[in-house]
């Protein structure tokens, strides 16, 4: 099944539903990063919640970052996802790997940390992007988003992620959210009913490896309240836009004098994508150019 996002509302366009399955970018990212099985857990999750988010956004160059920075061994997480359908992000601890938690199940919040903040910032592409903070409740990401919608936007939101991985890869990833809307938020009636089925759900990844679909699983928590599946399904993927050009841009910041040391101590230069895991090499010849390009520049 590839990735994808479905979108779907409900009781006359009261609730509106989100769902992504996030499986192969995930395991894209394990590759790319080498994670451990915690922390693809960990960013698998946050991309999926990423995408959930930015699906909600007008503009076509929309975008949200989650950056998850508690107190545990993992250290900081940062997502950058976009209304595009494509998303990106990476651990400060790749290698980090704890026991199974109490469940049996992957400790991401221990490798996260129970204290600690959520930082979300969503760009429209122009003006000032508007930015949030809230504390950690968790560390289990699905938990702390679900409290950043509530106390931050206000809207009542039932939120459910999910990365299952073994020893031959992620196998399934994803994760749906309901949100009830302002025309219907003052039933608490309907807000219980959905939080609660949300709740009954066996976990996400269980749904997917059961080879259920998104819509028979939306119909699943929503059918008997005038279900309406949005027909276009939009494709997911793993993308980083960082390019041998901008990462000689960057270089070009540094200066002469840095320049002409790397090219006098290191023959060259070499740049890692902290986002991607691509890694750019620049020759001794393209950081003399660029010391030339400088220079003109200046008119020295």
């Given at each position: 099944m590839p990735?994808?996002?479905?979108?779907a509302t409900a009781a006359d366009g009261g609730i509106r539903a989100v769902g992504v399955i996030t499986t192969r970018l995930t395991q894209e990212a394990r590759q790319r990063h080498k994670l451990s099985y915690v922390a693809t857990a960990a960013l698998g999750r946050t991309m999926a919640a990423g995408l959930l988010l930015a699906?909600?956004?007008?503009?076509?160059?929309?975008?949200?970052?989650?950056r998850v920075k508690g107190d545990g061994?993992?250290?900081?997480?940062?997502i950058d996802a976009g209304l595009d359908g494509t998303v990106r992000g990476y651990v400060d601890h790749p290698d980090v790997e704890l026991p199974p938690n109490a469940k049996g199940?992957?400790?991401?919040g221990g490798a996260v940390g129970r204290d600690g903040y959520l930082y979300v910032i969503k760009d429209v592409g122009y003006g000032y992007p508007s930015s949030s903070t809230v504390e950690i409740v968790s560390g289990e990401i699905g938990d702390d988003v679900t409290h950043y919608?509530?106390?931050?936007?206000?809207t009542p939101s039932a939120l459910v992620l999910g990365v299952f991985v073994e020893a031959k890869g992620v196998t399934a990833a994803g994760g749906i959210l309901v949100q009830v809307l302002p025309k219907a938020a003052r039933d608490e009636a309907l807000v219980e009913l959905l939080e609660s089925r949300v709740s009954a759900l066996s976990g996400f990844t269980p749904l997917l490896q059961a080879n259920k679909t998104l819509p028979e699983i939306f119909e699943q928590l929503l059918g008997d309240m005038g279900l309406e599946i949005l027909s276009q399904t939009q494709l997911l993927?793993?993308?980083?836009?960082?390019s041998f050009d901008r990462m000689l841009g960057a270089l070009k910041m540094l200066g002469q004098a840095e320049l002409q040391d790397m090219i006098e101590k290191d023959n060259g230069a070499e740049a890692t994508c902290h986002f991607c895991g691509q890694v750019y090499q620049a020759s001794s010849w393209e950081l003399e150019q660029l010391i030339?390009?400088?220079?003109?520049?200046?008119?020295?």
């Open positions: 990735d994808q996002l479905v979108r699906s909600g956004m007008k503009q076509p160059q929309s975008r949200v970052n989650i061994p993992l250290g900081g997480i940062l199940k992957l400790d991401v919608l509530v106390s931050s936007e206000q993927r793993f993308h980083c836009g960082c030339v390009d400088l220079q003109t520049e200046t008119g020295g």
